[in-house]
């Protein structure tokens, strides 16, 4: 199969159409096996210390930062070195770093697996993406803009970033020539429908799509990049 241009990127797994909690290992390995090129989750560290894949800042109307590990596994909830180990050589990944004091420990355990070169860190708060720098510079990173940040625009000509991800909703022109001009990739995120995915398709110069849809998505791109 000829690999495309434009990376599809599975939204926290894959979970469309099953009973899977997204963020899990299962999540993971069905993105793996539907041929998605990136996994996207989120990071949040637990009260003893553990990093784990967690989008919301509770669960079940308790705080992440106020849970053990042990009490968050029962749940399903992944920790960091099990994700890398199930999708080492397998697929890359794209980390969404939720809270700030967690990018020493995260680059620490990356290392130990030796991923460095397998991954994108990204954020809404770009001083958590220039600790990321600072601390090991091989890594990719990201700035992540939506509608409520989107005065995080201004920023791009003189942030040192490798990837750009903008709510599909925000995509015009203007901020796709910012962002091919710094030479940075751009992603847009979440697009789940046939329309938006070919609407974002035909602005061209999209590297990625994050998608909860991740065999529709594939679908479309394969299909934008073969008759177009």
């Known amino acids: ?9 599975a939204h926290r797994g894959s979970t469309k159409g099953s009973i899977i909690q997204e963020n899990t290992l299962p999540a ?17 560290k637990t009260v003893d210390g553990q990093i784990v894949c967690v989008h919301d800042e509770s669960v079940e109307g308790k705080k992440v930062k106020y849970l ?6 029962k749940q399903g909830v992944a920790k960091l070195e099990d994700v890398l180990r199930l999708c080492k050589g397998r697929i890359r990944l794209n980390f969404e770093l939720k809270e700030q004091q967690l990018e020493k420990d995260f680059v620490r355990i990356v290392e130990q697996n030796g991923m ?14 220039q600790t990321i720098q600072r601390i090991n510079p091989m890594i990719q990173t990201g700035l992540i ?24 909703s925000l995509l ?3 901020l796709i ?16 429908n046939r329309s938006d995915i070919q609407k974002c398709l035909k602005k061209n110069n999209i590297d990625g799509i994050i998608t909860d849809e991740v065999t529709l998505c594939r679908n479309v791109v394969m299909d934008y990049e073969t008759f177009r």
């Not at 793996?32 to 996207?40: H, N």
Request: proline content about 1%; overall charge positive.
């Open 1 to 9: 199969m000829v690999e495309a241009t434009v990376k599809v990127v």
């Open 28 to 44: 993971f390995e069905r993105a793996i096996m539907l041929g998605a090129d990136y996994i996207e989750t989120d990071l949040r």
């Open 68 to 73: 053990t590990y042990a009490a968050l596994r």
């Open 116 to 129: 460095s070169n397998d991954i994108i860190v990204t954020s809404f708060d770009y001083s958590a993406i």
């Open 145 to 168: 803009i939506g509608k409520r940040n989107r005065f995080q625009r201004k920023r791009l000509p003189l942030a040192h970033i490798d990837v750009v991800c903008i709510h599909y």
């Open 172 to 174: 015009t022109d203007q």
């Open 177 to 192: 020539d910012t962002v091919k001009n710094h030479r940075s990739m751009l992603w847009v995120w979440t697009v789940n």
